[in-house]
């Protein structure tokens, strides 16, 4: 047996001799041992010690044994039928009620006001033909529901039922009538999801169904969208109760947002674009600039700058991406307009064509149907914003590369001669609007009585009684007008501004070649002064013809852009800018011309106070304990 194992290892090809395991101390110090194996003849304990153990002065033993390698026996029958068992004990916790608060999107209400008794199932749904047109709003039972209640009357563990995570938020009736006025007013400015297959899929409790985590927040950020963009006379909750139930939702959507994701779906554009356009009205413009932001990279990734993305899509998920592509176009044009940002999308990346003048029940996922002869098309007003945004990009586009880089000689000409073309375009764009959006103007000479003797002051209870159920067909197209008559002034003045610089430095490198060659001097650079007293006119036309509570209605959007156009304007028909220097004008032409411009600006104020008052009346923004207030308001 001694002898067995000293034969063990021996190498025949080398000639190298093992001479046994190695002791346990040997094993762990990793030194060689000089040690046999104990046998039943030698059991003492002087013959079982190596040299090694003998100078340390510890037992020489011998109990290590190889570990096996590969799973138990056994191992992969018990893993098998321990996720059976997880498997079962998950889909009978799915009907129970106690899991209601794992998920983040089905946090039980705190039971505000709106949370009630629901009405019938017939009396909520409306149809998805009567989504613009159907006035009547439905009205959710106000009582106040106690908590012991609300908990006393919830199943039992025994009840099976399916939790449904919008439910838990607030009611049916509520939400309805939420997405009702938003298919009436907010709609015409952001015409995505597809209002049929939407309407049929919360007909339908799509909701309720596995792995619609998405659409859920989806909808979740609509109705914050809707709720921030809306008076608040329109819906049938209080003013506080709004703001709560829309940090609620905000709140929703942000935990649905932290959560990974693969790829990056429609539901989830929305969801980033509209919950951006939320935390903008409340006043957190860095976290909306943030999403707009991840909103871009997005669309760039997806490719939705270019055309041929489209060609493998079907006709309803084509247009909706495009339709939304060019919201965020839009948006990202908008911002480096009224609020100096800078622009995300590159200019001369984009290859995509504009939205179709369709609507959402002309589009199905088969292809597209002709509208019948005489038919109002909603998505016009979008598309020629869509066209509006896409001649003042390219302007701001212009701009911003002649800033870093000016240009000079024929180049400096030939831009010049681009932005009169693009000036002409955009003056242009709306002369064969359709009947539904243009606007009835009045005399400059009556429009001063009529906002005068408190009608700034009387402007909250007239509000209350101009949100009437008679505008409701023409509210989405008066919508539409006044946003993109208001961005057309917009773009007007920039351009004008914009070439008025580029005239200015034409001039002072003609002036410059005078002093080198002796030839005539240039004329001095053509004022646009008359064109910015044009868009002036223009813009009081366009303030004066839009009803105020379509001005409500449009709110912080449509607000910022008329401020920003004019507050450019007042600072450039101020006294000292009115007096150009050198000029040798008579002084009754400048006394005539700065009396027309005083009352002209007067008006504008005028207007820019009403605004303001709007814009105070439905913020949902928290506003800070004044020290100045008078009215203890």
Known sequence: MEESYREIGRSKEFGVRREGPACDACKARKCRCDATLPTRQSSSIAARHCTQCKNLKIECTFNYQAKRRGP????????????????????????SPSVSSQSPLAVPPLQPSYIGSEKSESSVLPTPSASLSSNTAVTPSLALLSLSTSISSMPGPSTSFTLNPLDAVLPRSLRFEIVSLFFRCVYPLLPVPHRITFMEDMRNRREERNGQEEWVT????????????????????????IRDLVERLSRQVKLSLMVDYHAVSLERLITVYCIGTVFNNLGRHIQSRALHGSNVVHCLQLGLNEESTYTTMDPISAESHRRLFWAVYCSDRSAACSENGNLLFNEDEINVALPKDLDDEFITRYGHQEPPAGHASLMRGFVDSCRL???GGNMLSKRMHDRSRPPTGNGLRGRINELDELLQNIEDLLVDCQPEMRLSFTDMGSMATEIEGG???????MLEQLIPASLADSTPFLVHSAHVRVTQQLFRFLTLQYREDLSRILYHEQLRCTTIRRIMAPSPPKSEEHNKRKVLEDLLQILHGIPLEIHAINSFPGISKIRSVSASLLTSFSPTSLATPGSQASPPQISDVTAQD????????????????????????????????????
């Open 72 to 95: 138990v026996p056994g191992f992969l029958r018990s893993q098998r039928a321990k996720d059976k068992a997880q498997a079962v004990r998950q889909s009978t916790t799915r009907t």
């Open 218 to 241: 989806m909808v979740f950020s609509i109705l914050a969208f809707t709720l921030v963009q809306i008076p608040h006379h329109m819906v049938s909750i209080t003013k506080n109760e």
């Open 389 to 391: 945004f896409s001649l």
């Open 455 to 461: 009608f700034v002051d009387a402007l909250p209870d």
């Open 598 to 633: 005083e009352r002209s600006m007067e008006l504008l104020c005028d207007f820019l106070r009403l605004m303001a008052t709007i814009e105070k009346m439905y913020s949902l923004v928290v506003a800070e304990p004044s020290t100045a207030s008078t009215d203890g308001t």
